[in-house]
C-alpha cells in the first residue's frame, strides 16, 4: 500500500496536469485524489491505482532517485514502446485508464504529415513532463518510437523534405546542409527531423497558451512541417517572433498596435521563459509618486512574424560551412526588418513620442527575443540582454495620451527612417541609454548633428550651427542668432574632448543634455515635419537648404 509520501511524489514528479492526461481524469479529481489518498490510501479508486500506482508510481521514485538537471528527466520511458511495441507508454496508459487519444484524420496524401501527428500525440505527455521555462532538447528523443523507420521512409521520397538530406550516412541515416534566415549554418539529419520539429512545435505552443492541448500542438507541427516544405522550395513562410522589453508599463487592458505587431504586458506565465539572470525587479516613482515596479527580465512583448527562409546545399560537399559562403548566405536570407531594427525603431519612436529632460526619458530596454524555428530543437531564445547594465532609469507606467503618441510616432519613425538616418539614430540611442559619462553622450549627440548636416565642404561647425539654427529656432533672427552660438559653443567643447584636452565630466553634464536635446529635436523636427529635407540625401545640399530659407 502506498504512504503519503508516495502522493507527494506523484505530485511531484508529474503535476496535476500530466497526471489527469495519463489517468483520462479531470484535473480536481485528480487533485481530489491525491488529498484523499494521502490520508487514507485504502480509499483508492481501481483505474487510478492500477495506472497511477501500479505503473507512474515505481517510475517516479526511480526518476527521484538519480541525479536530475532538468525537468522530466527519468521520464523517457514514456515515450517508450510496450507491449508489442506498437504504442508509447504514455498514450498505453491513457488508454488503459478509459481515455481516447488525438486522432487527425487522413486520407493518406501525406505520410510525412500523419506520421509526425501520431509521433507527437506520443510525445505529448514527455513534452508536458519537461515543465515550463527552458525547453533542454537533449532530454527528448523518438528515436525508439514505432512509426520512427516509416518517418524516415517517407521523407527520403517526400518531393520537398528529400532535398534537405542529400548524402548517405551508412548504418544512421541522410544528412544535408543548410543556412537559415536566423543566421545558423549547420548539418541536418533525417533520423533528427520529428525531434526537431516536434520540439520547435511544442516550444510555439508553449508561447501561445499557458496550457496548450494535444491538439494544439497536432496543429503546430502541421504548420511547421508546411513551413519547411515552403521554405526549401525558395519560400518565406512567416513564423513567430516575440520581442520583450522592460523599463516601462502601460494601463491594464491597453496594447499598442504598430507597423511591426502588437505591443502588450507581459503574461504572468511568460515569465517562466525569462533567463535567470534576469529575475530580479526595479521599483521607482511615476510623476504622481506612485511606486512602479518593473522586471528586469521583461513588462512589454512585441508580438510580431518574420520570413523564415532556407538555403540547401545541392551536394554532399561542406561548401556551404565555408565562412565566405555562410556569411553570403546569411546576407541573403537576412529578414527585412531584422530584429535589431525593429528594436532600435521602437526605442526611437518612444524617445520621440514622450517629452522628458535628457536624463528621464523613457526607456526600452530588450530584455530577452525569441523567435520560432521550424527546425529547431529546444527553446527558441535567440538571445537576451542583460538589462541591469548601462545608465540607471526610472521605470514609469505611460498615460493613454502616451500610448497613443507611441502609436503616432512608431508610424512616423517605420516610413522616415531611412539607410542615411543610421548614424544618427544608433548615435542618438546610445547616447541616451547606453554611455556612462557625460563626456561620451555629448560626443555622440554631436555625431548625431554630423550625420544630418555635416559635410567634409567648407567650415563644419558653421554649417553645422547654422542649419540647426534654421531648423529649430522661430522666426525671431535674435534667437536664431543665440541658438547658432549655443550649438556652436557645444560643438568646439566636443572637438576639445575628441582631441585629448583636459575636461571636468560634471562641469559636462549640462552641455551633454543639451546636445541630447538638441539631437532629439533636430531628428524629431525633420522626420515629422520636414521630411521633405530627409529625402534630400546628400548632407551639404540638406544643410544648403536650410541656409538659404527653404
Known sequence: MPAPRDFALLRETYGIRLLAYLCASDEAAIEAWLED???????????????????????ARRASSEPKAWPGMGLEDLVMPVGDGSQCLGSALRVRSGGELYVEPSDGSDPVGSTLVRMAVDAYPLLMALGSGYLNGAMFSLYRHPVRDELLKAIQVDPSLGR???QDQPGVGRRGYLVDSFGRGRTTQDVAFAEEVILSSWDIVRMAAENPQVGDLVQAVRMNLERVREAVHGGSPPVPVRLVFTGFKVPEGITIPTPWGVLRPIREWERSFTPEPLRR???G??????????SYGGEM??????????????????????????????????PSPSLDRVKDAFALALAMAIERPPG???????????AADPLGRGHNIRGWGDTQRGPGFMPCVLSLENCAAVERWCEIVDMQWTGNLDVAVRRLLSASDARLTASDRLVDAVIVWEALFGTRQGESALRISAAMAWLLGDADLQARKNLRAEVNRIYNERSSIVHGRAHDEAALRGSSNQALQLAREALKRLMDERPDLLAVKDNAERSAVLLLGG
Do not use: C, F, K, N
Request: no cysteine; aromatic share 8%.
Open 285 to 294: 516613482q511615476d510623476d504622481d509618486g506612485q511606486e512602479v515596479l518593473v
Open 37 to 59: 489518498g494521502a490520508h487514507d490510501p485504502a480509499r483508492l479508486a481501481p483505474p487510478l491505482e492500477a495506472v497511477a500506482i501500479g505503473v507512474l508510481l515505481p517510475l
Open 281 to 283: 525587479s526595479l521599483s
Open 301 to 334: 512583448v512585441l508580438e510580431m512574424e518574420l520570413p523564415y527562409q532556407l538555403e540547401v546545399s545541392d551536394s554532399p560537399d561542406t561548401s556551404m560551412l565555408d565562412e565566405h559562403e555562410y556569411m553570403s548566405a546569411v546576407a541573403r536570407l537576412s
Open 164 to 166: 534537405l538530406y542529400v
Open 360 to 370: 528621464d526619458w523613457v526607456v526600452s530596454r530588450l530584455a530577452w527575443t525569441w
